[in-house]
């Protein structure tokens, strides 16, 4: 079997990113997560299976199956817009790595055809996992939430163990690594939290960014769009200067940081 | 951090300047139109190119001058700012009906005083029968006038009744050599005509009008010179006094003679700019590669330690301002057209020279930081883009276009220089082309270009397919047979092209009887003397002297013709879902859904008029109850009705649609573009050139969908055309990327006198260094794909917060949420609040 028969199941690609890695970038986004963050701006990436979805008041199937020689044609379309900006492809969620077959095989195919890889994930998955995709990624964006496990565990469903060790072995395997911070107040604002994501940022060997995302909201009309809860309803996203701040602090630990992606 | 190359200071002079243009509403003036009546009156036995020369001396002799407040570049058509005359050689009967209302009509309005009133009321019947557009109507063959008047089938009307403007002179000429060196040129030229050549009474005429008009634009300058002198002799301040004192000395030099300082070389420009809006009424009269021509001087001084950057800015930035003080009343559906006084005066910087060099210099720079300190209308800026453009000169003008004035437009240098050397022009011309007015490449100083010569809207030959050639009741399209019996899409398609190819005919008639009516009654020797080959041919440009002459109607409705196309080719003739005479039914009943707003209350008024001729009285009731059953369509059967607006959800939700990057659709709009593009390329203008199409509608897809019924695409009848060559409103959903791919697939460079794409953006895609480098490389990217043209709408916070307060004026905005786009108006308040906050803090 091809390369290009791998079934995988998505929910959506959205071409023209610019906030999701380097230049202009199409993001391939996976159905299916093995985490549950309270704040999680795509809750509808977070279950394996087709649902429906309200979203501008009508109804909308949220998942699809695919090979990829069925999605290489709409990848490859924006490959002017790639070459001019140093933009490529970027596989999202959901998690990436809960598909990592049908992502190995994507990537493979996207190296084939000359194009920039990066991938947003958890990195919580076994490390085998991972070494299968490595090879075929140019760019690892690494999301890091807390360094308190039972803390990790209360927001996102599971601890931080395995994500702070394949954070390490990543960073140990060469590939570019940057790590990133959703800022949630009331989850990971304080500058003590933000301060000791920093130092483990900074001690990752060949790390040498780290990016504060602010807490949004753009997500909240999802959840009663898929008849759910929104826990974090209530809380504002961050001030400005609350998150100049927190980026004063983390820049202490003297790796480079950004706020934003 | 943003490096941005050439941020300068703006002077608090220039934001003085700006207040005092903008205090009060403009103001008609009646100087120009009484003098040119007065001169006319006394000039009936001379040629005509003389009797404009003499005129436009009287003028220039007798026209109130004033010298505003703070000013360092001086010259103004009237004494009220922003002020505007009138030209009555050109039309008149329209303002004169509009004397009473012109100050209160939303659109565009101009004061106008009693006096200015009474005294052109008295000077108007000299011109009965006398005008530009009275020889244009009577040139015209009747079907040709009956489709462009009667029937909206196109509308040549900007050049019917007004001047053609629409050019680019030889600026760098006039700077080199002064005026006194052009009369000399003419001179010589007057001593080559011998007495036996067979056009020897015309080049005789046509040379002198060029010296008398030139020797009366010496004359006038020098009027500025003695108020200048005048106003320092009274001016206490010391500083401003030393300021009338060099404006005084350069009035005196220029634009007479060279310049020999940047200071001068700036005077010197506007006076050409502005007497070239005085001595006729066409707008679009655009200082093209204004860096190029100006940069020596800038240059000299600098490198002469005589200025500063910041002092040659504020230069600019005065000339800036100046380009507001010029302005131009139109009628009331014109200005609802061009609303927002536009002059279209397009001034481009960057680019390659003749030798396909960049020709990037700090001037290029300091124009686009020019119209961040002037944030006003005037010039249109433009840039070109070719792949030798430094990264910061468009980086400088991705900051520009943040600001959110749609300023710049960028232009590819890749695609039109091919496309302009197509048409005949040499390389050397092609490579230094400028862009005229919109979006009309030429090159400057050697071409007649009569861009903008009409609107031609593609979606109403489409009307005529349904109607078989009626309009009005009236057989005014040829016969293509009932849509009821066509059996194949191609026999659709084919009678689509034969209406259209049918009043491309008319249109070409139209334009050619307006360009006669010009050269024969309106020549302009003062326009004519800068470019080449005028004084060389010894005749005018309204009568070809131009080295290159074209004509370019502007086509539109390439979306929804392909959109609507597509849905009858899959609906009818593939699915068989509906049938064409059912088709024709639903867009007759406008799908089922009633008309609002404006057009409602138009047509409640002519079925009332209808009721009343037949001699029934009208009270309220019947008005209200009209009314009614227009808005809601109520009258319909309710099953037609549902059946209708079942075929609009069809039509909108099954069909594919242009703009998607979808190759079949977006190479099936290729098609229906050159059924307009190669049909215009056929055809000959009187001045010796060709027709040529552009595809853009400016700001006429607004008005002239207002004309146009519902159309195949599922469009609403009345509602706006696809604006430029871009997809129909709101149906482009695969972001800008895909977009620029499909329109890239149209055959852009047939289009040779331009074309047009808009793109709307939220600022956050620009915000920081990062956003303005992805912007450029997007503009790069469609530019590699041989797309000509991109011009940008950013959404300002203000918008956002607006669109908050009066959520029923931004029903179709739309913004980016998290991984989806939305319309706005439908978001909870809170994600409204959190989407107007990243678009301040760029995150």
Not at chain 1, 6 to 19: L, V
Not at chain 1, 33 to 57: K, L
Not at chain 2, 163 to 177: P, T
């Amino acid at each position: 079997m091809s390369i290009y028969d791998t079934k995988g199941r998505i929910f959506n690609i959205q071409r023209f990113s610019i906030h999701d890695g380097p230049g202009i970038r199409t993001i391939v986004f996976f159905k299916g997560c093995y985490m549950r963050c309270a704040w999680c701006c795509n809750p509808e990436s977070q279950s394996y299976d087709i649902q429906t979805m309200i979203e501008n008041g009508k109804k909308k199937t949220v998942g699809y199956d695919v090979t990829v020689s069925e999605i290489m044609p709409e990848l490859l379309a924006d490959e002017n817009f790639y070459r001019r900006s140093g933009g490529g492809i970027t596989l999202s969620g959901g998690e990436f790595l809960a598909q990592h077959e049908f992502a190995r095989d994507l990537l493979i195919a996207c190296k084939e055809n000359g194009l920039h890889t990066a991938v947003e994930s958890t990195a919580n998955a076994p490390y085998e996992k991972i070494q299968e995709v490595l090879p075929y990624i140019d760019l690892f964006l690494m999301d890091i939430k807390h360094m308190d496990s039972q803390k990790h565990a209360r927001f996102t469903g599971v601890g931080n163990d395995i994500i702070l060790q394949n954070a390490k072995r990543i960073a140990n395997s060469g590939t570019e690594l940057i790590i990133r911070t959703p800022v949630v107040p009331g989850v990971n604002d304080t500058a003590q939290e933000i301060r000791e994501i920093a130092k483990f940022a900074a001690s990752l060997p060949g790390v040498e960014q780290l990016h504060l995302l602010p807490y949004h909201r753009l997500g909240q009309d999802k959840y009663s769009g898929l008849n759910r809860e929104y826990s974090l309803s209530g809380i504002e996203p961050p001030e400005k200067e609350k998150m100049e701040y927190l980026l004063s602090v983390a820049e202490e630990s003297g790796i480079k940081c950004q706020i934003g992606g | 951090m943003e490096n941005i190359k050439f941020v300068l200071e703006k002077s608090a002079r220039i934001d003085k300047l700006i207040d005092d243009l903008y205090a009060k509403m403009p103001e008609i003036e009646s100087a120009r139109g009484l003098l040119v009546t007065e001169s006319y009156k006394s000039t009936e036995d001379l040629p005509i190119v003389k009797r404009r020369s003499a005129a436009f001396s009287h003028i220039l002799e007798n026209i109130p001058i004033v010298i505003r407040d703070g000013e360092l570049i001086v010259g103004s058509a009237t004494v009220a700012p922003r002020g505007c005359q009138v030209f009555p050689e050109y039309s008149y009967e329209w303002l004169e009906a509009e004397f009473d209302t012109v100050a209160t009509r939303t659109a565009d309005p101009f004061f106008i005083s009693e006096k200015t009133k009474a005294e052109l009321r008295e000077a108007y019947p000299y011109w009965k029968g006398k005008t530009t557009s009275d020889l244009a109507k009577s040139n015209m063959a009747p079907e040709a006038y009956e489709a462009f008047v009667t029937h909206g089938m196109f509308t040549p009307g900007n050049y019917f009744y007004n001047g053609i403007g629409h050019v680019n002179v030889n600026y760098e000429k006039v700077l080199k050599i002064g005026y006194r060196g052009i009369i000399t040129e003419a001179k010589e030229a007057l001593k080559k005509v011998d007495v036996s050549d067979a056009d020897y009474v015309q080049r005789i005429n046509f040379l002198t009008a060029v010296i008398e008009s030139c020797e009366a634009v010496v004359r006038y300058a020098r009027r500025y010179s003695a108020l200048a002198k005048e106003l320092a002799k009274k001016e206490k301040c010391a500083i401003r006094r030393a300021e009338l004192e060099k404006i005084a000395s350069n009035c005196a030099r220029v634009p007479e003679f060279p310049a020999t300082d940047f200071h001068e070389a700036c005077q010197s420009f506007w006076f050409i700019q502005l007497l070239l809006q005085v001595e006729s009424s066409g707008h679009s009269i655009s200082p093209g590669r204004f860096d190029q021509y100006m940069y020596p001087y800038y240059k000299k001084d600098i490198d002469a330690g005589k200025i500063t950057a910041e002092q040659a800015q504020e230069l600019i930035d005065c000339i800036w301002v100046k380009l507001n003080d010029i302005n131009k009343v139109r009628d009331a559906v014109s200005a609802d057209g061009f609303a927002g006084y536009g002059m279209f005066q397009n001034l481009i910087v960057g680019g390659q020279n003749i030798y396909g060099m960049d020709a990037t210099n700090d001037l290029s720079y300091m124009c686009l930081e020019a119209s961040m300190h002037v944030p006003l209308p005037q010039p249109s800026i433009s840039i070109r883009v070719w792949n030798g453009s430094p990264q910061s000169l468009l980086v400088k003008a991705a900051a520009l276009t943040r600001l959110g004035t749609g300023l710049p437009a960028y232009y590819n240098d890749e695609i039109i220089i091919p496309s302009i050397m197509a048409r005949g022009l040499t390389l050397e011309d092609a490579r230094d082309y400028c862009i005229i007015g919109c979006v009309e490449p030429q090159k400057g100083g050697k071409t007649d270009g009569w861009h903008d010569a009409a609107f031609f809207n593609m979606c109403r030959p489409m009307e005529l397919v349904f109607s078989n050639g009626m309009d009005k009741g009236v057989q005014i399209g040829p016969e293509t047979g009932d849509v009821a019996n066509m059996q194949t899409f191609e026999q659709f398609y084919d009678a689509y092209k034969t209406q259209q190819s049918y009043f491309i005919k008319l249109l070409v008639n139209a334009n050619n009887a307006i360009d006669m009516a010009h050269a024969t009654r309106c020549p302009l020797p003062f326009q004519s003397c800068m470019v080449d080959d005028c004084i060389g041919r010894g005749k005018s440009l309204q009568e070809g002297g131009a080295i290159y002459n074209f004509t370019g109607p502007q086509g539109f409705g390439i979306a929804n013709n392909t959109d609507g196309l597509l849905a009858i080719k899959k609906l009818v003739f593939e699915d068989k879902t509906i049938t064409l005479s059912e088709l024709r039914d639903a867009l007759n009943a406008n799908f089922g859904y009633g008309i609002t707003g404006d057009h409602a209350v138009r047509i409640t008024s002519e079925i009332v008029k209808e009721v009343a001729n037949n001699g029934i009285s009208i009270t309220e009731d019947i008005i209200r109850s009209v009314y009614e059953k227009v808005t809601t369509a109520s009258t319909l059967d309710p099953v037609k009705k549902a059946r209708y607006q079942e075929i609009k959800r069809l039509i909108d939700e099954t069909c594919p649609k242009y703009g998607n990057d979808i190759y079949e659709a977006d190479m099936f709009a290729r098609d229906v573009a050159n059924t307009y593009t190669k049909e215009v390329e056929k055809y000959k203008n009187p001045r010796g050139g060709v027709f040529q199409a552009g595809l853009y509608p400016v700001s006429a897809n607004v008005p002239l969908g207002g004309q146009t019924g519902a159309t195949p695409d599922g469009r609403l009848a009345f509602t706006p055309i696809a604006d430029g060559i871009g997809p129909a409103s709101g149906r482009d959903k695969k972001g800008p990327t895909a977009t620029a791919n499909s329109v890239a697939k149209l055959e852009q460079v047939v289009a040779s006198n331009g074309t047009l794409l808009n793109q709307k953006f939220h600022p956050s895609a620009l915000s920081g260094m990062n956003g303005l480098t992805k912007f450029v490389a997007l503009i790069r990217s469609y530019f590699d794909q041989k797309g000509m043209h991109m011009q940008f709408n950013v959404v300002t916070r203000e918008t956002l917060l607006d669109a908050q307060k009066n959520p029923e004026k931004y029903k179709t905005l739309v913004v980016r949420v998290a991984g989806y786009s939305a319309l706005f108006t439908t978001l909870s308040r809170s994600l409204q609040d959190d989407i107007i906050n990243r678009t301040e803090q760029g995150f």
